[in-house]
């Protein structure tokens, strides 16, 4: 089986800055994309950021230039640097992670998420 498990949410003034992680453990052949979303209270769960295995990052228009994705490939885990956070990127964070198990074929793996909160 395969878990996701996410560390480093919680309460930060406006201005500051969080590292959120994901860490990948299980029996895993390899981990292909490895995304960010989030949801806040009463809206859709949208794409934060994503990372391929080989390093090519893609942003919402929402957190360019303030949030950084990142993942070290040796240890299955991924990396979402948030500086200069605002009120409403408020939610929680959940990361997920498309990987194989067996040859050729992709699955999809949920971490259990992990809030983040932004006082004014």
């Known amino acids: 089986q395969v878990q996701l498990v996410e560390s480093g949410g919680g309460l930060v003034q406006a201005g500051g800055s969080l590292r959120l992680s994901c860490a990948a453990s299980?029996?895993?052949?390899?981990?292909?994309?490895m995304r960010w979303y989030r949801q806040a209270p009463g809206k859709q769960r949208e794409l934060v950021a994503d990372?391929?295995?080989?390093?090519?990052?893609n942003y919402a228009d929402s957190v360019k230039g303030r949030f950084t994705i990142s993942r070290d490939n040796a240890k299955n885990t991924v990396f979402l640097q948030m500086n200069s956070l605002k009120p409403e990127d408020t939610a929680v964070y959940s990361c997920?992670?498309?990987?194989?198990?067996?040859?050729?074929?992709?699955?999809?793996?949920w971490g259990q998420g992990t809030q983040v909160t932004v006082s004014s």
């Open positions: 997920n992670a498309a990987l194989m198990r067996t040859f050729a074929h992709i699955e999809n793996y």
């Open positions: 299980g029996s895993i052949l390899t981990i292909n994309t």
């Open positions: 990372i391929t295995s080989g390093g090519t990052t």
